[in-house]
């Protein structure tokens, strides 16, 4: 079973916007920093942004900051990614993930099969 879900993802024009939301399927992440991922084709996975659980902390990529919004709902166990004036480049699958908040993958243990956003031009 994968431990989480994320929803939202479609096509959008450039400058358009998109949510993505993310929720736990069988078990519960309340203490865990959750974050969003991409990977693009031929490329490699990389950070988006991420959010502590007690104090709602956020970092961000520099390609996102200032355009993406993350943020969660402690008690529905929600994280979502808000993203506006959206560019070609960010085409991706988009992956939810908990773990410790940093923008490394390789700190994160619990990930959702992503998914497919994709910018037109």
């Known amino acids: 079973q994968v431990p989480l879900v994320e929803s939202g993802g479609g096509l959008v024009q450039a400058g358009g916007s998109l949510g993505l939301s993310c929720a736990p399927s069988?078990?519960?992440?309340?203490?865990?920093?959750m974050a969003w991922f991409r990977q693009a084709p031929g490329k490699e996975r990389e950070f988006v942004a991420a959010?502590?659980?007690?104090?709602?902390?956020?970092i961000y990529a520099d390609s996102v900051k200032g355009r993406f919004t993350i943020s969660r709902d402690n008690t529905k166990n929600a994280v979502y990614l808000q993203m506006n004036r959206l560019k070609p480049e960010d085409t991706a699958i988009y992956y939810c993930a908990a773990g410790s908040g940093s923008s490394r993958s390789r700190d994160y243990d619990f990930w959702g099969q992503g998914t497919q956003v994709f910018v037109s031009s």
């Open positions: 959010i502590t659980w007690s104090q709602g902390g956020t």
């Open positions: 069988g078990r519960t992440f309340s203490r865990a920093a």
